[in-house]
């Protein structure tokens, strides 16, 4: 059974800075798509950031050039470094793997609570 265990969650003032960090109990190199979604109360969960084995990255257009994502396969962990946080950021953040090659496979971490509040 594969695991993702997240950590690094927090409250944070406005401004302020988090760094996100998600192990993995197997070789991230086996999923081509390393990513974080979120989900604020009330709204469904939305993708944060994406790297893929191509080094193609994405970001949503709120955070873009705030957010970071980033992986170590040694380590087998995937890392969100969150600068300049604001209130709409508040959310449970959820680290993801994805294999979009047959057989297909996604495994999700049971997420971190990311609070910024005066």
């Known amino acids: 059974q594969v695991q993702l265990v997240e950590s690094g969650g927090g409250l944070v003032q406005p401004g302020g800075s988090l760094r996100l960090s998600c192990e993995a109990s197997?070789?991230?190199?086996?999923?081509?798509?390393w990513a974080w979604y979120r989900q604020a109360p009330g709204k469904q969960r939305e993708l944060v950031a994406r790297?893929?084995?191509?080094?193609?990255?994405y970001y949503k257009d709120s955070v873009k050039g705030r957010f970071a994502i980033s992986g170590d396969s040694a380590k087998k962990s995937l890392y969100l470094q969150m600068n300049e946080l604001q209130p709409e950021d508040t959310a449970i953040y959820y680290c993801?793997?994805?294999?979009?090659?047959?057989?297909?496979?996604?495994?999700w971490g049971q997420g971190t609570q990311v609070t910024d509040s005066p």
């Open positions: 993801n793997l994805f294999k979009d090659t047959s057989p297909r496979l996604r495994y």
């Open positions: 197997v070789d991230i190199n086996s999923f081509n798509n």
């Open positions: 790297i893929r084995t191509n080094r193609d990255t």
